[in-house]
C-alpha cells in the first residue's frame, strides 16, 4: 500500500469517525494521533502522481474542509463548555459570598458639608 492509499484510508476513517460525535478527551487525543500521522504520511508523498492517484488527493481534498468544518464545531462546543463553566463558578462563588461584590450605585451622596 502505497503513501497516497494509506492517507486516503486515514483520512476516510477519521472523518467518519468525528462527524457527529461529541468532544471528549478520547477523541481529541485520537486527533492528535491521526493529525501526527496524516502529516508523516503527506511527507512521504512523492510527485508525479498517476490519475488515479490524483483523483485520490481530490478526494481527500475535500475530506480534508469538511474534517476542518468539524474540528471547528468541536472547538466551538469546547469554548461553548469553558464558558458556562466560568458562569457557574462566578454564581456560585455569589452564591456563597452574596455581600462580597457590594456596588455603590444606589448609595446617597450629601453635597452638603
Do not use: C
Not at 33 to 41: C, G, I, M, N, W
Request: charge should be negative; charged fraction near 30%; glycine fraction near 0%.
Amino acid at each position: 500500500m502505497n503513501n497516497i492509499d494509506q492517507l486516503y484510508t486515514e483520512t476516510k476513517s477519521m472523518l467518519s469517525h468525528i462527524q457527529n460525535t461529541p468532544e471528549s478527551d478520547e477523541l481529541l487525543k485520537q486527533i492528535e494521533d491521526f493529525v501526527a500521522t496524516r502529516s508523516e504520511l503527506i511527507q512521504e508523498i512523492s510527485l508525479p502522481l498517476s490519475e488515479e492517484e490524483r483523483k485520490q488527493m481530490k478526494l481527500i481534498l475535500t475530506w480534508d474542509q469538511l474534517i476542518v468544518k468539524e474540528m471547528e464545531r468541536l472547538k466551538q462546543s469546547i469554548a461553548t463548555e469553558l464558558q458556562q463553566m466560568k458562569r457557574k463558578r462566578v454564581m456560585h462563588t455569589t452564591y456563597l459570598n452574596p455581600y462580597n461584590n457590594i456596588t455603590i450605585d444606589g448609595t446617597y451622596y450629601d453635597k452638603r458639608k
